[in-house]
């Protein structure tokens, strides 16, 4: 069945979001972030001088008439590279701008009715005219907010599976046609695309586009993460004795006993409460080893001073890059995961961390029994101490 790109007037709610769209269909939504929610963000001439350091991950894609022509290029880069790129037929993207310029996180707080904690990445590009990356198909989800110019989208009207690739490219472009919707996009538009839809653009004007992407773990990266967490943990991670063994098992024959009971010793920790409170620290952390790593901040606070400036009308605020995860125990008992870290979450707590997740602000107006309890204001002193909150 095909599944046509969808037009909004606004962007969904969150039942609407995860009972028609996510992982079903794409959309579009005219105009959904304001002019002045998009001025603030990085800008061209930003992004080119991210393209000249180490940290980022930035990359140049040249298309070319002949498929076999088209190249992409890993910086860091030159300025001489975009003078010899010339003015057109050609795009340059970077990922993780949300760690270099912080002004462009903002832009995650409009997709609060998706899953925050799966978040990847923002990836900028820009984009000459005739610039494109060609067909292709993404193993995210991804929202693509278009900020200057305007591009024209070919959108896949179904899941493509087992894709064919241009062979003898560095670059990942389908080798056959598909069916689907053609758009443009300007300023403000935003663009969801689930997993595996095809999708190409081509660049009519000078553009920017901020690519959100929300990307799940592999199995092997959930069982890899897993036993590095066991092995930190030595009342957890037990030997196997074979203590269940019979004769079946003599030489070199693993019995069908064996195998269960193996089965069952791994069933075990996944049903434990200790993997539900890892899951939510490998969830906080960053996906790419180079970002998103705290340590503690040098000028630290101790509750006095935490509540002094409380009282004295200052906010405290998360920055969006931030990542927070909640799980809740089989005990019924809550945990904030941050930076690979677990914090204990009193029930009574939920409703103050929701406000952090909004990255609205909280201080002693709007929650004014914010300096009454000890253990909220020892939770909020770690976080503030190891950076996952900001005073405003």
Not at 12 to 29: A, C, E, H, K, Q
Not at 145 to 172: A, F, H, M, P
Not at 305 to 312: E, H, Q, T, Y
Not at 371 to 383: H, Q, S, Y
Request: hydrophobic content about 35%; glycine content about 8%.
């Amino acid at each position: 069945m095909l599944q046509h790109l969808a037009i909004l007037e606004k962007m969904p709610s969150t039942g609407d979001f995860f009972g028609l769209y996510w992982n079903r269909r794409p959309f579009i939504v005219r105009a959904a972030i304001s002019q002045n929610n998009l001025k603030d963000l990085i800008t061209a001439d930003e992004l080119a001088g991210l393209a000249l350091e180490e940290a980022p991950q930035s990359r140049m894609v040249r298309s070319a008439d002949d498929l076999k022509d088209w190249t992409c290029q890993f910086g860091p880069f030159k300025e001489d590279d975009f003078k010899e790129a010339g003015e057109e037929g050609w795009v340059l993207l970077i990922q993780n701008v949300e760690q270099f310029h912080p002004q462009t996180a903002k832009l995650l707080r409009h997709f609060n009715f998706a899953p925050r904690w799966l978040m990847d990445d923002v990836m900028v590009s820009y984009s000459t005219p005739g610039g494109s990356v060609g067909p292709h198909i993404d193993s995210y989800h991804v929202f693509l907010v278009q900020g200057q110019g305007t591009r024209c989208w070919k959108i896949g009207s179904n899941v493509i599976e087992n894709e064919v690739y241009v062979k003898g490219l560095d670059l990942k472009i389908l080798a056959n046609e598909y069916d689907g919707d053609e758009v443009e996009t300007q300023l403000g538009d935003v663009l969801y695309l689930p997993p595996s839809f095809a999708h190409e653009s081509t660049t009519l004007e000078n553009s920017l586009t901020f690519s959100i992407g929300f990307l799940g773990p592999k199995l092997s990266e959930l069982f890899g993460g897993y036993s590095q967490y066991l092995s930190e943990l030595e009342e957890c991670d037990q030997r196997y004795v074979g203590k269940n063994l019979t004769g079946d098992s003599a030489g070199f024959m693993i019995s069908c006993d064996a195998v269960n009971d193996f089965r069952s010793k791994l069933s075990e920790q996944l049903n434990s409460k200790g993997f539900t409170e890892w899951l939510g620290t490998f969830f906080s952390g960053s996906s790419h080893e180079d970002f998103g790593n705290y340590t503690e901040r040098k000028a630290t606070l101790n509750v006095k001073g935490l509540k002094k400036k409380l009282n004295d009308g200052a906010s405290l605020t998360k920055p969006e890059y931030a990542k927070f995860a909640i799980t809740k125990t089989k005990s019924g008992s809550f945990q904030l995961g941050f930076d690979n870290q677990n914090f204990f979450l009193h029930e009574t707590l939920i409703a103050t961390i929701q406000k952090f997740m909004k990255e609205e602000l909280v201080n002693t107006k709007n929650t004014p029994s914010l300096l009454d309890d000890l253990v909220t204001l020892e939770l909020l002193l770690d976080l503030y101490n190891h950076q996952a909150l900001e005073l405003a």
